[in-house]
């Protein structure tokens, strides 16, 4: 599908710099070019080869006015990058300019683009598919070089490929289950016993992406980890140490943080947004009290939590607290202070200290529920251990919180940190090396896939009849269809682009 009007649009962050871009897109979109720019030697942009670039100078028509002097380069369709005439201005990179040749631009002929809709474009013209538009994004964002390696990945196609290998094994087994709608009588060509081995294969590829999805979502989005505890347990310390710069203010006196405190931190290529937030405790005035609720508003919010305790201290009421409200699947104990000698002694908290956690039938750990017995925490090999009992079940669940013991001060125990931040980050699991799903949206897509693939699975050990059994598979079709743009509505496109900025 190709437009009929031509976009332009500012491809360069607004701010100075050297260079400065200006992109037109469409049918006229050199011709538009040609009529503002001015050659030195009088050569046109519109009879020129494609991929060539010209030195002259931006002139506004009207009156001859020398606007920027520029370099232009030109691209004739379909090899270009939305498969239609471009024309890039590279002008000096000042806001200046590049308004000014911009508005020259719009008022010969062009109009503003949307946001994202160059990429959009690509994406309509056949260049690529939805899910490397979206990689596209994704490169630009990405944060570490593990994240940018998996953006560029999806951007070659390796992930659509994949993808494109599941729907075709769904097209052929749709096929065959139809064929016994169509043709009752003649011989299928595959027993019920094929049939699920095709179905089964298929589910097991869906499950290995989705289960890689926590890998990939982090390496997108990053993990927000915040670091929480009492004044002056060694926190911005703690920041700082990770960051191998002062980045926080510290000092011996209590509450010197007052605010958040983000920063971006590169663990084993993973994408950590570490957060320093003020020391909980009794506020004394206004402003230490926003600092405390927002401290425990990002205790709630993040990804894992790093509960700092003071190594030299005996265990405070504040300490306890905040440790009944920790989730131990995504928090790790940081005893810091190692250096100096120890009097914290978590094993005389047992009868303090109550969990308020528990792990389900599915291994996730979530509050404790009515007529949940609870014990008193164990602590075996450095992990305190909550046991509890579920009426009418004759095992007990077990929800873990690890503990690490460092010294922000001597930069000591911060690779065991590092290490347990991983390990915590993907539930335990290594990081995927093969083809991952690192966009939310895919993962519910193939979550939809993968539940249609289950309910036919059902119905076919219910020996339901093929008419039931095909809904569930052209379901499953539509579904993992989303993802690389086959069966996506145009809302859906429009929110996914509106993300991108005006000039990609």
């Known amino acids: ?90 002008c000096h990179g000042g806001p200046a300019p590049l308004r000014r040749v911009l508005e020259l631009v719009l008022k010969n002929g062009a109009r503003l683009a949307e946001p994202g809709e160059f990429t959009k474009r690509a994406f309509l013209n056949g260049r690529i598919d939805l899910a490397q538009a979206e990689a596209v994004l994704d490169v630009i964002n990405a944060m570490t070089e593990q994240s940018g390696k998996a953006a560029v990945e999806q951007l070659s196609g390796g992930f659509s490929k994949k993808i494109e290998a599941l729907r075709d094994k769904l097209v052929e087994l749709t096929a065959i289950v139809e064929a016994y709608i169509d043709f009752p009588e003649d011989d299928t060509e595959l027993s019920a016993s094929d049939i699920r081995k095709r179905a089964s294969e298929i589910e097991q590829e869906l499950k290995q992406l989705i289960d890689s999805s926590r890998h990939g979502i982090i390496l997108r989005e990053g993990l927000k980890t915040a670091i929480i505890g009492r004044p002056n347990v060694g926190k911005s310390s703690l920041l700082n140490a990770l960051l191998e710069r002062d980045r926080a203010i ?110 389900d039938e599915n291994e996730n750990v979530i509050p404790a529920k009515a007529g949940i017995q609870t014990s008193s925490p164990d602590l075996i090999g450095g992990t305190r251990t909550f046991e509890h009992w579920v009426p009418g079940q004759a095992r007990n669940d077990k929800a873990e919180q690890k503990i690490v013991n460092i010294s922000a001060l001597k930069v000591t125990g911060l690779d065991e940190l590092k290490g347990t931040i991983v390990e915590t980050a993907l539930h335990g699991k290594a990081a995927y090396t093969t083809t991952i799903v690192t966009n939310v949206r895919h993962v519910m897509a193939l979550e939809k896939t993968y539940a249609s693939m289950n309910s036919f699975m059902e119905g076919v050990n219910k020996n339901l009849s093929p008419e039931f059994l095909s809904v569930e598979l052209r379901d499953a079709l539509d579904a993992i269809g989303e993802i690389i743009g086959i069966t996506t509505s145009e809302d859906i496109l429009n929110k996914i682009f509106s993300n991108f900025c005006i000039g990609k």
């Open 1 to 90: 599908m190709h437009t009929d009007d031509t976009i332009a649009a500012i491809a360069t962050p607004i701010g100075h710099g050297g260079i400065g871009i200006i992109r037109l897109s469409g049918r006229d979109a050199i011709k538009i070019a040609d009529r503002i720019f001015h050659s030195p030697k009088g050569k046109s942009l519109k009879k020129s080869f494609s991929r060539r670039i010209f030195y002259g100078h931006i002139i506004n028509p009207e009156n001859n006015e020398i606007i920027d002097e520029v370099l232009v380069s030109i691209m004739h369709a379909p090899h270009t990058y939305t498969k239609e005439d471009i024309a890039e201005i590279n």
């Open 250 to 359: 510290v000092t011996d006196l209590p509450g010197t943080t007052r605010d958040i405190i983000e920063e971006y931190l590169d663990i084993n290529g993973l994408p950590i947004k570490i957060i320093d937030t003020a020391g909980i405790r009794k506020y004394r005035d206004i402003a230490e009290k926003e600092g405390v609720e927002r401290s425990l508003r990002a205790m709630e919010g993040a990804d894992l939590v790093l509960l700092v305790l003071d190594g030299s201290e005996e265990l405070h009421d504040t300490d306890r607290e905040l440790m009944e409200k920790s989730n131990p699947a995504k928090t790790i104990l940081v005893i810091n202070k190692i250096d100096l000698p120890q009097k914290i002694d978590l094993k005389n908290a047992r009868q303090a200290i109550v969990s308020q956690w528990f792990k």
